[in-house]
């Protein structure tokens, strides 16, 4: 496909193509000095646009939601199921999992239109979708001291079997302390991570790390 593009718009100086491993591309000392060079009067910021392989999506999401200093929106067209999953911030659904709390944490996800199967050739065995992440900026993030002891926190709410709180957070505190701060941000004692939504895991955590 690069060549393809590059014989048809190479001679224009609007489009550069680089041809690398998203997952080993080094995107902010590509973007940040050329991002920069634009930006005059304000801060300028790139946009993400892509349709890759279902299977690198999510660590693509992974990689490029924290970059809000680099892009303003990224438009993915993912698996139908994985478009759902990601857009849909409601608890209590068996679907909900520490990726959604990290797409919360890091943007504002909106499921924007279903893409049929037939609309590809060859057809594959499942829906397509168009998702977009509105970036947040650092200083829209939720307060949390350490972002990888948070999201270490919230990986660790859904492990295990049975999931309350106060037992699969148990390597943090004892379980006396977890009841306690569920108890001071309003929430059960026997909560488990379903009940929670991103507000409440920031809240969890910064009353199980303050000392
Ligand atoms: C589904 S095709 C889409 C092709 C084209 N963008 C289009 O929309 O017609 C997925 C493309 O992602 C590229 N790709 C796969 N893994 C990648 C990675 N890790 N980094 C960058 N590109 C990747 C593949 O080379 C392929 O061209």
């Given at each position: 496909m690069a060549t393809l593009v590059n014989d048809r718009f190479g001679s224009t100086e609007q489009l550069k193509i680089i041809e690398e491993d998203i997952t080993k591309f080094n995107v902010r000392s590509h973007?940040?000095?050329f991002l920069e060079e634009k930006s005059r009067h304000s801060k300028k910021y790139a946009k993400v646009v892509s349709?890759?392989?279902?299977n690198v999506s999510t660590d693509v999401v992974k990689l490029l939601l924290p970059m809000g200093d680099v892009f303003s929106v990224m438009v993915l067209l993912l698996q139908d199921e994985t478009a759902?999953?990601?857009a849909d911030a409601s608890i209590q659904t068996p679907e909900y999992r520490p990726i959604n709390v990290f797409v919360n944490f890091?943007?504002?996800p909106e499921y924007k239109l279903k893409v049929e199967r037939t609309n590809f050739f060859p057809q594959p065995k499942v829906d397509?979708?168009?998702i977009s992440f509105k970036l947040k900026n650092a200083g829209d993030y939720p307060p949390v001291g350490s972002h990888k002891s948070f999201?270490?926190?919230v990986n660790s709410a859904f492990n295990g079997k049975r999931k309350m709180l106060r037992k699969s957070l148990q390597h943090l505190c004892s379980s006396s302390e977890i009841e306690a701060a569920l108890t001071s941000i309003g929430l059960l004692?026997?909560?488990?991570?379903?009940?929670?939504v991103l507000d409440d895991f920031v809240r969890l955590h910064n009353?199980?790390?303050k000392t």
């Open positions: 973007f940040l000095p349709n890759l392989p279902f759902l999953r990601l890091y943007s504002e397509g979708a168009v999201f270490s926190m004692v026997t909560a488990r991570p379903s009940d929670l009353h199980l790390t």
